[in-house]
């Protein structure tokens, strides 16, 4: 791990009319492998969409590798190097799975960032960097198969890929296993653990069972603050994170 944060966030602040979403939030995400927890509403899903640039800050900065990109659309987010995940699936359903990668990977090849790639892709290297994905996110159905006609585990295990295109330093997945039948819980877990140890992943998730041997840094959220953050042993014997999370989660 460098010392220089990926994501740098400085008393970042979202207000929706008298609901503080985030509430001076100051946070560094490095290269390792960082799960954010939280009761419903404390503020995660904002947090990453402030990030993403879906949203903006009431008040606050975010740095993406040293630049600041407070100011900077979704599309920039992702030229400096932060890709993510939606709760909500967002394929399209009648393509192929391949396609679907396909179009995601040529989308970034052709947009002139330095920092992307430095050139347009041939369709040939469109091509195979598209089947490297596949591979990477453990794609073992057909690939012809319409989005559509995919088993939830295996649409998630897509929109993962999509999010790989521009490859990423920092991969934000917003609860990839929701809604997922236990089996499929697993598919994705096991391919997102795979995954921290190429890219930077933070992630959203409840179950705190699986985060906790999975990360490497727990992130605790509580009324869109910071409550804790550090190795999940420590953080999750903290006293105030228990009164706030646990108790209300798991009771
Ligand atoms: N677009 C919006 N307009 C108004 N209020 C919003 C909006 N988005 C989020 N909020 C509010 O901001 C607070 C934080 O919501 P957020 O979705 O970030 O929490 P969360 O921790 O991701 O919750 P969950 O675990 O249920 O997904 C909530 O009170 C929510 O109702």
Not at 168 to 179: I, Y
């Amino acid at each position: 791990m460098t010392d220089n944060p990926i994501v740098r966030c400085t008393d970042l602040r979202k207000e929706f009319a008298a609901v503080t979403a985030v509430d001076d939030l100051t946070i560094d995400i490095h290269d390792e492998f960082t799960s954010v927890i939280g009761p419903n509403g404390a503020g995660k899903t904002t947090t990453f969409n402030l990030l993403a640039g879906t949203v903006s800050p009431t008040a606050g900065r975010i740095e993406l590798n040293g630049t600041d990109v407070t100011a900077k659309g979704p599309e920039s987010r992702v030229h400096h190097g932060l890709s993510r995940t939606y709760q909500i699936t967002n394929l399209f359903d009648e393509l192929p799975a391949f396609e679907n990668v396909r179009l995601a990977v040529q989308a970034v090849s052709d947009v002139p960032y330095a920092n992307v790639f430095a050139d347009a892709l041939s369709d040939q290297e469109i091509n195979q960097r598209t089947t490297e994905i596949l591979d990477l996110v453990g794609f073992e159905e057909d690939r012809t198969t319409a989005a559509e006609n995919l088993s939830q585990g295996y649409k998630r295990l897509l929109e993962i890929a999509i999010a790989l295109a521009p490859e990423p330093d920092v991969l934000l997945l917003d609860e990839p296993t929701a809604g997922l039948a236990v089996d499929k819980k697993e598919l994705v877990f096991d391919v997102v653990g795979d995954l921290a140890n190429e890219y930077a992943v933070v992630l959203i998730e409840h179950k705190l069972d699986v985060v906790k041997d999975m990360s490497d840094r727990l992130v605790v959220m509580h009324n869109g603050q910071l409550l804790a953050s550090g190795p999940p042993e420590e953080t999750l014997s903290n006293p105030e994170v228990q009164e706030a999370y646990l108790r209300g989660v798991t009771s």
